[in-house]
């Protein structure tokens, strides 16, 4: 699967004229894994995992207020 995903994000490089969003899209798959895994699987959400993923929302947002 990760030799598909990789095929894709190439494919979406070369389809794009902004670049940035398709790096901002690709790391959204971050956010949404840790939020599945505290809900769906149970994780534990302490320590360092939600200011990770607020500071990698926050990146993204500030790609998506910048383009």
Same mark, same amino acid.
């Given at each position: 699967?990760?030799?598909?995903?990789?095929?894709?994000?190439?494919?979406?490089?070369?389809?794009?004229?902004?670049?940035?969003?398709? #790096? /901002? +899209?690709?790391?959204?798959?971050?956010? &949404?894994?840790? !939020?599945? *895994?505290?809900?769906?699987?149970?994780?534990?959400?302490?320590?360092?995992?939600?200011?990770? #993923? /607020? +500071?990698?929302?926050?990146?993204?947002? &500030?790609?998506? !207020?910048? *383009?």
């Amino acid at each position: 699967m990760m030799g598909l995903t990789y095929s894709l994000v190439l494919w979406a490089f070369a389809l794009a004229s902004q670049v940035s969003y398709v #790096v /901002a +899209l690709r790391q959204l798959s971050i956010p &949404l894994g840790v !939020l599945l *895994g505290v809900w769906w699987l149970g994780e534990s959400h302490r320590g360092g995992k939600l200011p990770g #993923v /607020a +500071l990698i929302l926050s990146g993204l947002t &500030l790609v998506a !207020l910048a *383009g």
